[in-house]
């Protein structure tokens, strides 16, 4: 059941595009370049400290303080308040708030054009080293 109270995510996909949707969010109320302000290190939504809204307030964007909370879920910037009312974990939650933080990280990196780890970067790799080498002449 899908509501404020909670709003799991259940796969990449989702994730990747509630992500999608809160970075078109920030890119209209804070320009293109917001996100060379998030530290892709501490970057964690579940955690209040090390979310995308708190770094970014924490730069001065204090105007995300008004972020409506069901539009806070749509964008990827929450699953719902349901983490903050249980203080133990609940599994479910934690995997969807994996999957925000992942979405998250890779949304910012194809914005920063950074390259990523993935199944098609492994193949080029393999693909290079399978490429013979032509022989380098020595002097004699």
Not at 6 to 27: I, P, Q, T
Request: proline share 5%; aromatic share 8%.
């Amino acid at each position: 059941m899908k509501s404020l109270f909670y709003n799991g995510v259940e796969n990449l996909d989702e994730a990747l595009n509630r992500a999608r949707s809160g970075a078109e969010f920030l890119d209209q109320r804070l320009g293109p370049d917001w996100d060379r302000k998030i530290d892709l290190d501490r970057l964690d939504i579940q955690c209040p400290f090390n979310c995308v809204l708190s770094q970014l307030m924490r730069r001065g964007h204090l105007l995300l303080l008004f972020v409506d909370f069901a539009a806070g879920v749509n964008y990827g910037f929450s699953c719902g308040m349901v983490d903050a009312i249980f203080l133990i974990p609940v599994p479910s939650v934690d995997r969807s708030f994996q999957r925000l933080t992942e979405a998250w990280k890779l949304v910012i990196r194809e914005r920063r054009g950074e390259e990523q780890p993935h199944v098609e970067k492994a193949q080029t790799s393999d693909a290079k080293r399978a490429t013979p080498r032509a022989p380098v002449s020595q002097a004699v």
